[in-house]
């Protein structure tokens, strides 16, 4: 179960005026389903998800979940810059309480997944963003979770990288589910059995994902095109 109830999100503007991104948002994700989270730039898909996976709080309302999520896959400042890649792997796993030959084993995992070379003993701040989003990935695959959040990660590295991550990540989905931040609707079609679409502050369910998709593009099409259609 992963619910929201009255959840309200605002930041400040730079001329001092509120921006609210969701203003008493109530909304219930389905149970066992892997979710594509969809809607133009902006629209607060990337908030939502922070929300959810707790790296970031509501002015008001809750999150409720009784699930195991993990924090969003995409999220490149997660990490204390002064720590090694390897240090980081040693602090996650013990927040999840991991130690001895589990915790060296999820060291190697992230280690050979990352494939990022001396680099994993160099301070995290030493890091481009590709980096820290391979680091990123891979520790969030080293653990077992219920959902996976994943925001706009997938186009990460070389092809060969892509490939390694998209067939690690559909292992994990076969004992787990996702919620998805992309706006590319073949990895929507590809990994999501449900879409939800976030437009104007609410979050409407398609339970057809070609449904969802399709509300998203007639949203996101030039006028010409709609036109000329």
């Known amino acids: 179960m992963i619910e929201l109830r009255n959840l309200t999100k605002s930041y400040i503007l730079k001329g001092g005026e509120r ?3 969701f203003r008493d948002l109530n909304f219930s994700f389905p149970e066992g389903a892997s979710i594509g989270l969809i809607g133009r730039n902006g629209a607060g898909k990337s908030t939502l998800l922070r929300l959810i996976g707790g790296i970031d709080t509501p002015d008001r309302g809750q999150v409720l979940s ?3 999520i993990s924090w969003p896959v995409g999220l490149v400042g997660g990490l204390q810059g002064s720590l090694t890649g ?3 792997v040693k602090f996650v796993c013990r927040l999840y309480g991991v130690a001895g030959e589990a915790m060296r084993q999820k060291i190697r ?3 050979d997944f990352a494939e990022i070379g001396e ?4 301070p995290v701040k030493s890091y481009s963003s590709g980096m820290r989003s391979r680091l990123n990935f891979g520790m969030s695959m080293a653990f077992d979770f219920d959902y996976y959040l994943i925001d706009e990660v997938m186009a990460v590295g070389d092809a060969s990288f892509r490939a390694k991550s998209q067939k690690v990540l559909e292992e994990r989905l ?3 589910n996702v919620i998805l931040v992309s706006h590319n609707m073949a990895d929507i079609a590809r990994l999501c ?3 939800v679409l976030v437009q104007h502050g609410r979050a409407i369910l398609y339970e057809n994902v070609q449904e969802g998709i399709r509300a998203y593009q007639d949203m996101t099409q030039p006028p010409a095109e709609k036109k000329a259609a």
Do not use: C, P
């Open 19 to 21: 921006h609210y991104v």
């Open 86 to 88: 390897r240090d980081g």
């Open 174 to 176: 076969g004992r787990a």
């Open 193 to 195: 059995t449900i879409v």
């Open 109 to 111: 995992f992230v280690e």
């Open 66 to 68: 009784d699930k195991r």
């Open 119 to 122: 680099y994993f003993d160099q």
